[in-house]
């Protein structure tokens, strides 16, 4: 375990501790040696380099130049500190001389306060961080994990990580690979990106191959489609598929080393128990208590300093930073006006297109708008009646009716399905209208959630081929695929037996486009935009409680719906295995960003905190403070719409938006649903300024919540290095580019000494 | 008093009830015959006709139609009311067998409850509402006073009020109206609409003789300017312009009545006392929850008939009716991102513009971005610096300061002053800007505030010709006059020595005008534009208190500003004086809108209730019950801005806008200063979307909000028609066209006889 020195040395995951969160940032190690740059002492010099470099090219500003050296005006907080409290009693945090001495000091101030108990707590906190990392890493949901990351200057913080699943990368990619880092001798794996990873910041379209068709358009017979691979898969017994080389196809000895459910089920149940304990509770609680306050401490001694670096920076400013829409569905991504201007516009102009099968004939929109008594003239908002305001509160049941255009399920069909008599025509022209908006207003960016359901295996390419055919490619959207937790209503119209057949229908074609992209070549084509998976119902449904006596997936045949945390398993072990054989591909890899805690118990957010990437909501962890606080210490991202809670859960002024944010939680804005939550044309500004108004966010704020926004989405790193900075990945003021982000380096500098206090004192606890 | 069967008997106001609120809503009297169809009895007639007519056009929607003969589902109330009480206890103020019954019902139970005590505050109530009709009377404030309300269709309801002034219409319109109005015997005058009073509701832009030019644009030289008029004017020595004939103009009896200071201090006197005593202030408060309570139960039960009654109107809904932005300054009509854009684009394209003179040199564009060291590239949001959210609560002095772009003076005036070395051209550039934007939007409309300081005399005629001159003109535009309470800032530099100077520099140039139009032509046209005048200052300063011994404004010559009050009564006789000439004339009139209760002491708002049309803020108003009270009677207009109210004194959950919304008062939503508050592109819709979502309106308040919005603003008659309906200005549901508004008339029949019953109750106990 002396890292520095011998990079190269195996390691297995599951007994080391990972540096990294989830999120894309890399969380500094504060033992020594471990990964290259990542321990503590490099992470210093590397960010007293950047802050040279920044000073350097800031002379222009003397102003703000002068604050820089200043330690980040820390040396005040510490006078204000004091001010209030002797030094004895609560030595400062903060230090204006060494980071060494710093993290000491805090340490001090932990051990004095450290009583058995609380040892204990820390000790059972630092376990549950090490279960995230055991199956965050088994999964390959971390920064460098997904190819697609190494974008020929980034060269990942992976090293090692080869030998987990003893695969070696693909053989004609591996010579360039090495041909192409001599220099970085820790980076063994995975190889630089192959031609077909190109995504670049300044086209709005491109060809699946990476080259641009001469007119800059996407061209699908363009589109280089991989052939076949050696290796074979198989759904094993307890519903995980799993990846054979050909000689081991016959021993069913799986390639890749993925967590089982029982194991799954003993960890989860230990975070419960942890996350339930007095002591924890109270001891998290008051950790996030100081950091809130000491959050307000930083903002009032450092509000006009903030502003005056803001400033310095030219042009920057709330408009023109990039923000990423980290939650968004496709259905209902356009505003209800926009909606209702396109039914009209297609009635007037398309009345005779023939629209939908119903009662044994074909019916025209025409027909269809006479059987409903309507014409364009009529309709309305208030007809139309797609908005949750009043009616919704507590009701996500009647929310979901709100899909329905005027109530009736046929105009859903007509105007938001992908998969009925006109082949999602409709909706694939008001899809490219919202696209068209977005890629206008230019810094505003989504990540749709389109659904797979799981009901029949031929969804994805019905789906993929919805998406070619109709060239539903932007510079500005990424998709993520939601899969509906409706088992038990396939289960009741007998569309499936057993909730093996969901796995299969949703994972046995992205297996078998893996193998073989020839076999599903659009699917393969549609895949390289989709950056991950969530997982969507109604989580204030009654759960019925087994116990953890859980049949496995082909035995699953009851009416009753999985609970969540099963779900939440299937879909992880699912997607572990796939992303291991498609990073031995050299394709890009996907991570689990489910809907958790805007309802329901605390076990969803729990088992959300071992699997995922990152969730939506989590607006329950508000009565969850111990699972908040480990929330805090992954910097696990979190995609809040509050206008959303404020129509279906919560009030907005109740929203623990600004407390999590306070606190240093990984906090993003998402809209949710535009179509049915929000008034005007820019859903994601609306958001934004009513957070503004109401929480009362100044500019550097919002800032870094647009910022926290596109860490957090699944934009390729290219991207990412032309929105936020060339190293947006180091933690704190080292990762910031103040020109691309306008968040002030001030305010980053403390997030992160401030987080690795409390890492610092988490692991001094542990080791000791 | 036997008024049916003698419809022109002369009345003078002062004494008589006066029926109408200066909203512009009438509100009808219980007493028997007084005006032509005012009276309950008509009114009943004419709404029940009202309702007939809609039963027959609404046969196609048997559901809705089924309610609407259901006497609007009230008897659910009443049996609602009867669960929770008995009736004997709470006589239900609902009935749905006939009015009169109902409102004796309602009598009743008031009966019931009056003490002694009761009695005389009832008594003091309606001595305070009387109060207020005298001084709205007499500066022809109400509708009908304007000759522009007067469109041919609607005919007055003014009788008897030529007898106030003992003027007579102009000679050679009297006949006119005589000819016009043969089956109406009551309308005596005004008469109807010169040609030159030609506002419609299709054309953008109008020439001011009404003629539209060949290519539909302002052509001054068109416009007809009437000639001089025989009266001459002078202003008192007590600070008040007053008219005289010819004849009189020797013995120095003024023409008109209007109240003197004195009077003035005694009535406002009277209301302080009265809103200040124990017993009212109690009663107030019980009667305000009772109507907010109401007003709760009223939507409970009728929430989901409301929603049908709405989705049975076609095409209408919450982005398609017209709202008005009923207060919003000029100066900051534009949101910040624009003006941006707008500088930027200066600096771009005309960088040797010379736009100003500063320290004995003419200085181009470019030379004040270098002596600023800034370049168009360095410009953003955050270096502009105008957005008040953060370092403005409870400081309305930097607040004022955040109208300076970059914080600096001379950009203002570059960007966005009139009186400047480029004669505002800029300002007018982006002005039209602005009005292309909400011609754009069709349904949005404005009242913009401009400023008349009354430092020199002839801002009137500069502020004319830059309008005239750059053509600002828009049929989605109307202009109020606001002018700042500087006293003190300019009898400190000298530019002015008494507190009169004030008041001939802001009125005499009027005065002028109404006598000869062609003395100052540019300003003739423009104030056919002007719907009326505000008066705006921090009210949160300190006053110095005179115990009502204030010298004469030709006497003020101390260093103190004149107290809130002092400005108001001088605003409001000189206005007074002015309207009743430009009435005799056939000119358009002008209502007093101040700024009130935004801050400061209650004063400022009773003397609003004295002497203003309507007002902007009156947040304060929730900490003055009786007032509170006084202003839900009249039905006086509150213009509010909760997201201005957040940045600068009321956090926008505690805003009191949803309880006053509850318990009936005439409340309006608009954004203040967009420049200083909004984020997006269309600010008033955001307005509306924040308060949609935190006080969670639903569509029909939404709507009724616009419509109020709409009722207090200064469109013409002829636009309001077009806009709510043919007969806008009848109460309750009589007046609404739910097919333009939106509103369902089940909500406006439950205000309107809400209402009634809290006149009668009043009026009893008067009377009795």
């Not at 020839?518 to 009654?542: C, I, N, T, W, Y």
Request: aromatic share 12%.
């Amino acid at each position: 375990m002396s890292g520095n020195g011998s990079p190269t040395l195996p390691l297995t995951p599951a007994t080391n501790f990972v540096v990294e969160s989830s999120s894309g940032l890399i969380i500094p190690e504060t033992r020594d040696g471990f990964y290259g740059y990542t321990d503590e002492k490099s992470l210093q010099q590397m960010e007293e380099q950047k802050w040279a470099q920044r000073r350097a090219s800031d002379v222009a500003h003397p102003q703000a130049d002068s604050t820089l050296s200043n330690s980040f005006k820390l040396s005040s907080i510490r006078e204000a500190l004091q001010i209030q409290t002797t030094e004895e009693l609560h030595p400062s945090p903060f230090s204006d001389d060494e980071d060494k001495e710093q993290v000491s000091d805090a340490q001090h101030h932990m051990d004095a306060m450290m009583t058995p108990e609380l040892a204990r707590v820390v000790q059972s906190f630092q376990k549950c961080l090490e279960l995230r990392d055991k199956y965050i890493t088994k999964s390959l949901q971390r920064l460098g994990d997904n190819p697609r990351d190494h974008d020929g200057v980034f060269h990942g913080v992976t090293e090692g990580l080869a030998d987990v699943s003893g695969v070696k990368p693909d053989v004609n990619q591996s010579s360039a690979a090495s041909a192409n880092s001599p220099h970085e001798p820790w980076v063994i794996y995975p190889p630089p990106p192959p031609p077909h990873w190109h995504f670049t910041a300044k086209e709005t379209v491109i060809s699946a191959d990476g080259r641009l068709t001469p007119d800059n358009e996407f061209d699908f017979s363009q589109c280089q489609i991989p052939s076949n691979h050696e290796w074979v898969f198989e759904i094993d017994d307890k519903g995980v598929y799993q990846v054979y080389t050909n000689a081991d196809a016959g021993t069913k000895k799986p390639l890749f080393d993925i967590p089982t459910i029982r194991e799954y089920f003993v960890d989860l149940d230990y975070v419960l128990g942890v996350i339930s304990d007095g002591p924890a509770k109270s001891m998290a609680y008051r950790r996030l208590k100081y950091l809130a306050s000491k959050f307000e401490m930083y903002s009032l001694l450092n509000e006009s300093q903030e502003l005056a670096d803001m400033k310095s920076v030219p042009h920057r400013d709330f408009y023109n930073v990039r923000k990423v829409d980290t939650h968004v569905h496709l259905a209902s991504c356009m505003n209800q006006k926009h909606l209702l201007r396109f039914i009209k516009s297609k009635m007037k102009r398309s009345p005779h297109d023939v629209v939908i099968f119903r009662d044994g004939t074909d019916l025209t929109l025409e027909q269809v708008f006479q059987s409903l008594k309507l014409s364009a003239y009529d309709l309305s908002i208030n007809t139309l009646d797609m908005h949750a305001h009043q009616d919704s509160f507590h009701r996500f049941d009647k929310f979901n009716l709100k899909y329905n255009p005027i109530g009736e399920s046929r105009l859903r069909e007509i105007f938001l399905k992908i998969d009925n008599k006109i082949d999602g025509r409709y909706f694939a022209e008001i899809t490219r209208e919202v696209m068209n908006d977005v890629e206008q207003s230019k810094y505003q960016n989504c990540e749709w959630r389109v659904s797979i359901y799981g009901r029949s295996v031929d969804e994805w390419d019905k789906l993929a081929k919805w998406i070619i055919k109709n060239e539903l490619f932007s510079h500005n959207v990424r998709w993520l695929i939601q899969v509906p937790r409706l088992y038990q209503v396939y289960k009741e119209t007998g569309a499936i037996d057993t909730f093996e057949e969901i796995v299969i229908n949703v994972f046995r074609p992205l297996f078998e486009v893996t193998k073989d992209p020839q076999s599903h070549p659009e699917l393969h084509v549609f895949l390289q935009r989709v950056v991950g998976f969530d997982s969507v119902d109604d989580e204030s449904k009654a759960e019925r409680r087994f116990h953890r006596k859980f049949p496995f997936p082909r035995l699953w045949d009851s009416q009753q719906n999985p609970p969540f945390s099963y779900w939440m398993y299937y879909m992880y072990a699912n997607t572990a295995s796939l992303n291991h054989w498609r990073k031995a591909r050299g394709f890009n890899t996907f991570v689990f960003r489910p809907h958790a805690g805007e309802a329901g118990d605390t076990d969803h957010l729990t088992a959300a905190f071992l699997t995922s990437h990152s969730i939506s909501h989590g607006i329950l962890l508000r009565k969850v403070p111990a699972l908040q606080y480990l929330f805090y210490l992954k910097q696990i991202g979190l995609a809040m719409s509050p206008l959303s809670n404020n129509a279906l859960f919560l009030t907005y002024e109740r929203n623990p938006l600004p407390d999590f944010f306070k606190v240093g939680l990984n906090v993003s804005l998402s809209t949710d649903d535009p179509l049915q939550f929000h008034f005007t044309k820019e859903p994601l500004l609306e958001e934004y300024s009513v957070a503004a108004h109401i929480y009362k966010l100044p500019q550097s704020s919002l800032a870094e919540l647009a910022r926290n926004s596109v860490i957090q989405s699944g934009f390729e790193m290219e991207i990412k290095r032309h929105w936020l900075g060339q190293e947006w990945y180091l933690p704190g003021a080292a990762g910031n580019d103040i020109h691309k982000t306008n968040v002030p380096n001030l305010r980053l500098a403390y997030r992160h000494r401030t987080l690795l206090e409390e890492l610092a004192m988490i692991r001094k606890q542990h080791s000791a």
